[in-house]
């Protein structure tokens, strides 16, 4: 059966892939992007690639888009995919917190708000599905990257609570959880640190944070992205699926052990 679908943060990367993806499928697709040359780009992408991609403009931080959006197909939207995200990078001991502030509020905040939004919609219908796009990151941690991980451990919980809060509802809530995927989106995450982190001010030691740079934002770790695209467009349509949906799955065993191992680990620091 085709659907309707809204997928935020359809700009780029999975979400631009997904968008389109779905589009091919046969379900009509409402892509939002952040700013108005984004919109342009798009629709000539997916005139490009043959498909109906309905674009609209949805700057999460703007309550304006927000309405507008919900206004025009809120009530015709089987299946919401709340993908848009933004990452800060540096040592948590000094990330101005304002920066982690700024993901919060893309990341957690406004995300729960249009997910809110499109519960009261779908408990009223009684129907429809809900998916944050969330990532390995949210039960994992990456060094250096703690505005991020903490921001996708903080959309985990609201996921998990939301799932049981609404279970005697009709409402689907589920997660999806990719890893590192060659988007451009962990180079562009890792260059901010570049905009306020000084070796020689900066109490942290920069090596390390170069390493961790190189390695995450570089070739060797990164995932070519379509496998993950084809699981989003297989997965975001079905009718019935797993709550929680990693993929790669061979990133399952190595969070389960991750996780485990917290409640051996020692407190780190010079004796």
């Not at 085709?2 to 359809?10: D, F, M, R, S, V």
């Not at 304006?64 to 040592?91: C, F, M, S, W």
């Not at 919060?104 to 998916?131: P, W, Y």
């Amino acid at each position: 059966m085709k659907k309707t679908i809204l997928i935020t943060g359809a700009a780029t990367g999975l979400g631009k892939g997904t968008a389109i993806g779905l589009a091919q499928a046969g379900h009509k697709v409402i892509a939002t992007v952040e700013n108005w040359p984004q919109v342009t780009q798009l629709r000539a992408d997916a005139d490009a690639a043959c498909v109906d991609l309905v674009v609209e403009k949805l700057d999460y931080l703007k309550p304006d888009d927000h309405d507008t959006v919900l206004r025009k197909y809120g009530k015709e939207v089987d299946i919401a995919v709340l993908n848009a995200a933004t990452g800060q990078t540096g040592p948590v001991a000094e990330v101005p917190v304002d920066r982690i502030r700024e993901v919060f509020e893309v990341n957690v905040f406004h995300t729960l708000e249009l997910a809110q939004r499109f519960a009261a919609i779908f408990v009223k219908r009684d129907s429809g599905k809900i998916i944050f796009t969330s990532s390995i990151a949210g039960f994992w941690i990456l060094p250096y990257l703690a505005p991020y991980v903490a921001s996708k451990h903080a959309l985990e919980a609201i996921a998990q609570l939301m799932r049981h809060e609404l279970e005697d509802t009709n409402v689907k809530i589920a997660t999806i959880n990719p890893g590192p995927y060659r988007t451009g989106f962990n180079d562009r995450m890792y260059d901010t640190v570049d905009q306020w982190f000084e070796p020689g001010v900066n109490f942290s030691d920069e090596a390390p944070l170069r390493e961790m740079q190189a390695q995450i934002a570089g070739e060797d770790l990164q995932l070519d992205p379509q496998p993950m695209i084809d699981f989003m467009v297989n997965l975001i349509p079905q009718d019935d699926h797993k709550f929680r949906n990693v993929y790669h799955e061979g990133f399952v065993e190595d969070v389960k052990q991750y996780q485990l191992g917290l409640w051996t680990q020692p407190m780190k620091g010079k004796a």
